[in-house]
């Protein structure tokens, strides 16, 4: 089965609202943690990232919190706007024995309504 | 400076043809990995390779797929004798020295008729 999961399909939120999308692996030996944007039709676009000796990062609108003792990560988007509407897929390395693919949840759609 | 390039974009075939699909990493990176994504789902790994090395396949099936990365060119998935079942989006991504941050090409998507 999957290793990296998400909570839910489909979060629906107001512009402007903040967003948190969920995501939790079983892996405890994961060691590194992305969160990927993707749009239709285009491939998957790199938003953060966090390693397993960090609990948070922030950038640009964005913050990734990591929470390994629940084996939890989670996307938080602030101040949503029309752009944010796509898939996000978390992703992480280190459950496959050291090689360097990525395993990835199944997806988050967020849709920002106006 | 270029990203990560894949071309075609579309492919079309019919069962029992060959797909070629082509990836072309970021300047001056040199691990190339492949992935497929079917309607609905996330993406899957299929394999890893440096120049002229296949570093892990274990995600890509024993038959009828096979990939390269060679010394110069671009990398390039071969899929033999096409099923419906293939049919999905296929993935590149390279990383360079921080080998950790994967840049994703647009991807190809593979429609077998």
């Known amino acids: 089965g999957e290793s990296v999961g998400l909570h839910l399909p489909t979060l629906s939120v107001q512009e402007g609202d903040n967003s948190i999308i969920n995501c939790a692996y079983s892996?405890?030996?994961?060691?590194?943690f992305i969160w990927y944007k993707q749009e239709s039709g285009k491939g998957p676009q790199f938003i953060i990232d966090?390693?397993?000796?960090?609990d948070k990062r922030q950038g640009q609108r964005v913050t990734v919190l990591l929470n390994k003792t629940v084996k939890h990560l989670s996307l938080q988007i602030a101040a949503t706007q029309p752009g944010d509407s796509a898939v996000y897929f978390c992703a992480e390395k280190g459950s496959r024995g050291g090689a360097d693919g990525l395993t990835f949840g199944k997806g988050t759609h967020l849709i920002i309504q106006p | 400076n270029a990203g990560v390039m894949q071309n075609p974009r579309h492919l079309v075939r019919r069962r029992g043809q060959e797909a070629r699909l082509r990836c072309s990493p970021m300047k001056g990176h040199s691990h190339v990995y492949w992935y497929r994504q079917l309607p609905e789902e996330g993406l899957k790994f299929m394999v890893y390779?440096?120049?002229?090395?296949?570093?892990?396949e274990s995600g890509m099936p024993k038959e009828r797929f096979s990939a390269e990365f060679p010394k110069e060119g671009p990398s390039i998935l071969r899929i033999q004798q096409v099923v419906r079942g293939d049919s999905a989006a296929y993935f590149c991504a390279s990383s360079g020295q921080d080998y950790n941050e994967q840049f994703f090409g647009p991807g190809t998507r593979l429609t077998v008729l």
């Open positions: 892996n405890s030996a994961s060691d590194y």
């Open positions: 390779l440096q120049k002229e090395n296949i570093i892990d």
């Open positions: 966090i390693r397993s000796n960090m």
